[in-house]
């Protein structure tokens, strides 16, 4: 199984239009590269999770910028895109007592 351990930074945003594009544009203009992006919502507010290319100089603009954040460890699994593949990576974990409480999907060929 090729992985990575990454950090992650997850945002707390309010739910309303125009606060991910803000997000995007600080972190874009900074040089820094969002590689894992998963957006989850409520009623009340979103929470906005990401994988970036230098964890460290996000986690900086977005607290200087009023956000509030949590960093977490993440591990980045490259699953071949083919029939049944998630399925065994899936059951690795399982096996493992390992809960996958999220996932990010990309085709990153």
Same mark, same amino acid.
């Given at each position: 199984?090729?992985? #990575?351990?990454?950090? #992650?930074? +997850?945002? @707390?945003?309010?739910?309303? !239009?125009?606060?991910?594009? #803000? &997000?995007?544009?600080? &972190?874009?203009?900074?040089?820094?590269?969002?590689?894992?992006? %998963?957006? &989850?919502?409520?009623?009340? *507010?979103?929470?906005?999770?990401?994988?970036? %290319?230098?964890?460290?100089?996000?986690?900086?603009?977005?607290?200087? *910028?009023?956000?509030?954040?949590?960093?977490?460890?993440?591990?980045?699994?490259?699953? !071949?895109?083919?029939?049944? %593949?998630? @399925? *065994? &990576?899936? +059951?690795?974990?399982?096996?493992?007592?390992?809960?996958?409480?999220? @996932?990010?999907?990309?085709?990153? #060929?």
């Amino acid at each position: 199984m090729d992985y #990575q351990v990454k950090r #992650q930074i +997850s945002v @707390a945003l309010e739910n309303r !239009p125009g606060l991910l594009a #803000q &997000i995007a544009k600080l &972190i874009g203009d900074a040089g820094v590269n969002i590689e894992g992006i %998963s957006v &989850i919502d409520n009623v009340e *507010q979103g929470m906005v999770r990401l994988v970036v %290319s230098d964890c460290e100089k996000c986690r900086a603009l977005l607290r200087e *910028q009023g956000f509030y954040l949590i960093e977490a460890v993440v591990i980045e699994v490259f699953i !071949p895109n083919e029939i049944g %593949s998630l @399925a *065994q &990576i899936a +059951s690795v974990f399982a096996d493992r007592k390992i809960n996958i409480d999220y @996932a990010y999907g990309t085709d990153n #060929q």
